[in-house]
DNA sequence: TTGTAGGCGTTATCAA
DNA sequence: TTGATAACGCCTACAA
C-alpha cells in the first residue's frame, strides 16, 4: 500500500453493467430490482447474482426523475431547533412517523426550519425531492403551507391555524375536550380558584385547550380571570406562572396546557414557596417525558402523541397510494382516506393533582 | 367554488416551458438559473422574470442525474431514537451543522438508525442521495461505516472506532485531557476517594475519558478501583452510581462522563442522602443542558459540541469543493482540509464541585 | 454571449 | 416473458 493515495472512488455500478453480466436486457434487470413478478426464474437467478456481485444499488436521482416518484416524505416543524430538541413531544411524533414508516420503503426527511424563513425549505419541497409533507406545530403565520398544499398532498398534526382549511388533511386530539378534563380534575379536588398556563395563542392547540379549561370553568361557576399565557417551553411556562402568581396570589388550582410548560410551572411555584399538591394542584398535558422530569410528577392530560405520528404518516401514505391508483376515473371524492382523525385523550393521575 | 373536487396538482413547470416564455434556449435558462456571469444582462431579466412568473424551481433529481451531486449531507446517528432526542448533545451537533449548511446551499438528511440495523440507511446512502456523510456516535460495532467511506465523503464527530482507520477525517475534543482536567478538580478539592461513572465501553469517547480519569487519579496517588461503566443515559447513569455506591460507599468525589448521566448520579446520591458537593463532589462533560437541569448545578467539563458539529459540516463541505476542483491533477496530498480537527476543552465551575 | 445536442440512470411503452 | 426505445428534466461540452 502507499501512503498516501488520493482515495479515488469507484463508480457506482448502473444498471446497464448488471444487465451485461447477467446477459440481459435493461428493462429486465429494473423488472427483477422491482419485484415484478413477470419474470422466468433462472433469469431472476441471474440477475440477482449480478446485482449482488456488483453491490448495485439503484441510483434515487434517476429512478426518481423516470418514475416522478421519490419515495421520500418531509416532516415540516416550523420551529427552531432548540424547541425542537428541547420538547419530548416532537420526539414522540418523531418516532411514531419512523415506526409507520419503517413498514414501507419510504424514508423521512426532517426540516426544522424557522431560521432561513421557509425560503430554503419550501425551495426543498417544491423542487420535487419528497411525495408528501407532514406538518407539525403549525402556527397562524405560516402560510407557506398554502402554497405548499397545492404542491403535494400534506397532512398536519394538530388542526391547522388557517380557518378556511376546509380541505386540510390533519390528525388531532380533541384539545376542549382535553383541557375540560384536566380543569374538571382541580374542580373535582375542590379547588375553588383556578388558573392556566396556556400554550402559544397563535396556536389552534393553545386556543383550544384554553377553550376547555374555560368551559370547565364556567359549568362550576368559577371565575375564570386567572389566565396567563404561555408559549410552550419551560421558560415561557415560567414566566407565566410568576405572573400568575404576582397577579393572583391566592389561587390554589393550576392547568398548564403542556407538561413541559409544567415543569417551569412547578420551579417557580416551589420559587415561591407554595407546595404542590397542597398548596396549589398542578395538572399539565401531553404525558410526555417532561411530566416525571419535575420535582414533583404531574397528574396530566395524556394524548398519544407517538400514535398520533404515526396516524399522520399512515394518512399520508395512503392518500399518496390512492393517487397513485386515480388513473383517470371519478371525480366524486370516495373519500376512502377521512380528513380528520381524532385521537383520544385521558387524565393520568401522578401527584401534582 | 365546487364542493369537493379532487385537488389536481398542476404539473411543475421546467425549464423548458421557462424558455419558451423568456424566448431563449434552456442552456441559457440554465446558466441564469445557475448565476453564471457569462449572460447578457437584458436576458438575464427576461429569464428571471418568467422563472418568476412561472414560480419556476429547478427539479432537483434530474439536476443531480445531470450534475452527479445533491447538494445534500447526511448526518447518520447509530442511535435510537430516545437517545437521539434524550440527550442535549445531539441538539448541539445538530445545531452547529445546520448553522453552517445554512451559509451554504447544502441540505441535511438525518438519519437516526439503529432500528433497522443500517440497511436501509446505508441503502439510502448507497443510492446517492447525499455528496457526503457526518457520523455521529459511533460504536466498535458500526463496521458499516468501512464500506461506507469507500462511496463518499466521510466526516466523524469523535475519534471512529475503528482502530485500523488512519485516513478517517474527524473533529474531537481530547477527551482523556478534558477528563483528566475534570478528575483534577476533584483532587484539587481535596477528595481522596474518587470514583467515576464512564461512558459506553464501545466508544473512544466513553474509553478516553476513563484513560483521562485514570492518568489523574494515578499522579495524585489515589487508588483507581472505583470504575463503574454506565451507558451515557440517565438511566445508565444512575445504575451505574448505585453500583459504585454500593461498592464504595465512602467516595467523595465522582467524575461523570456525562452531563446526562450526571443528572441520574445526582437523583442517586440524593436517593442516598448524599449531599453535593458536601459528602460527594461531582464533575461532569459536556456542559449541556443537562448540566443545569438537575438538583445541583454540574461542575463539568466543557466542550464545544455546536463547534463541532459546524466545524464537521465544514471539513466535509471543504473535503468535497477539494474533490470537485480535482481534475486529474495531483497524486501527492496537499493536505489542505486537515484530517483531524481537536477543540479545546475547559473546566466550568458550577455547584457540584 | 448564445444555441445545439448528447448524456446522466431509470422507468415505461411498445413490439416481438 | 423479454427487449428496443423513448421519455424524465437538467447540465455541459462544443459549435456558432
Redo the contacts between chains.
Keep these: 500500500m502507499t501512503t498516501?493515495?488520493?482515495?479515488t472512488?469507484?463508480p457506482?455500478p448502473t444498471l446497464e453493467m448488471v444487465a451485461e453480466v447477467a446477459g440481459v436486457s435493461r428493462a429486465t434487470v429494473s423488472r427483477v430490482v422491482n419485484g415484478s413478478t413477470r419474470v422466468g426464474p433462472e433469469i431472476v437467478a441471474a440477475v440477482t447474482t449480478a446485482v449482488e456481485e456488483l453491490n448495485y444499488?439503484?441510483?434515487?436521482?434517476?429512478r426518481?426523475?423516470a418514475s416522478r416518484q421519490?419515495q421520500a416524505l418531509a416532516l415540516v416543524v416550523p420551529e427552531d431547533?432548540?424547541r425542537?430538541?428541547?420538547d419530548?413531544y416532537?420526539?414522540a411524533v418523531?418516532?411514531g412517523i419512523?415506526r409507520r414508516l419503517?413498514q414501507s420503503?419510504f424514508?423521512l426527511?426532517?426540516l426544522?426550519a424557522s431560521?432561513?424563513p421557509q425560503h430554503?425549505t419550501l425551495?426543498?419541497l417544491?423542487?420535487?425531492?419528497v411525495d408528501g409533507a407532514l406538518i407539525i406545530s403549525h402556527h397562524t403565520g405560516d402560510d407557506f403551507v398554502a402554497e405548499l398544499?397545492?404542491?403535494?398532498p400534506v397532512v398536519f398534526g394538530g388542526r391547522p391555524a388557517n380557518a378556511d382549511n376546509l380541505?386540510a388533511y390533519f390528525v388531532d386530539v380533541d384539545n376542549a375536550a382535553g383541557a375540560d378534563l384536566g380543569t374538571q380534575r382541580l374542580v373535582d379536588l375542590g379547588r375553588r380558584r383556578i388558573g392556566t398556563v396556556t400554550g402559544s395563542a397563535d396556536m389552534p392547540a393553545g386556543i383550544d385547550r384554553l377553550t376547555g379549561f374555560l368551559r370547565a370553568l364556567e359549568r362550576a361557576g368559577i371565575p375564570t380571570d386567572a389566565v396567563e399565557h404561555g408559549d410552550f417551553t419551560v421558560q415561557g411556562g415560567a414566566a407565566a406562572t410568576r405572573r400568575l402568581l404576582e397577579r393572583c396570589p391566592d389561587i390554589d388550582g393550576l392547568f398548564v396546557a403542556s407538561d413541559l410548560m409544567g415543569t417551569g410551572a412547578l420551579d417557580v411555584l416551589r420559587e415561591h414557596g407554595r407546595s404542590v399538591p397542597g398548596d396549589v394542584a398542578v395538572v399539565g398535558f401531553d404525558d410526555s417525558p417532561a411530566a416525571t422530569r419535575g420535582s414533583v410528577p404531574l397528574t396530566t392530560v395524556s394524548q398519544p402523541s407517538e400514535e398520533m405520528g404515526f396516524a399522520m404518516a399512515d394518512v399520508l401514505l395512503r392518500r399518496l397510494a390512492d393517487d397513485a391508483d386515480?388513473d383517470d376515473d371519478?371525480?366524486?371524492?370516495d373519500e376512502s382516506v377521512p380528513h380528520r382523525t381524532i385521537m383520544p385523550t385521558r387524565l393520568v393521575l401522578r401527584e401534582s393533582a
Tied chains: 1, 2.
Design positions: 498516501s493515495v488520493r482515495q472512488r469507484p457506482q444499488v439503484p441510483n434515487r436521482a434517476a426518481s426523475l421519490t431547533m432548540t425542537f430538541f428541547g419530548p416532537f420526539a418523531v418516532q419512523t419503517d420503503d424514508t426527511n426532517l426544522v431560521s432561513d430554503k425551495r426543498y417544491r423542487s420535487g425531492n398544499e397545492t404542491t403535494m380541505e386515480d371519478d371525480d366524486d371524492d
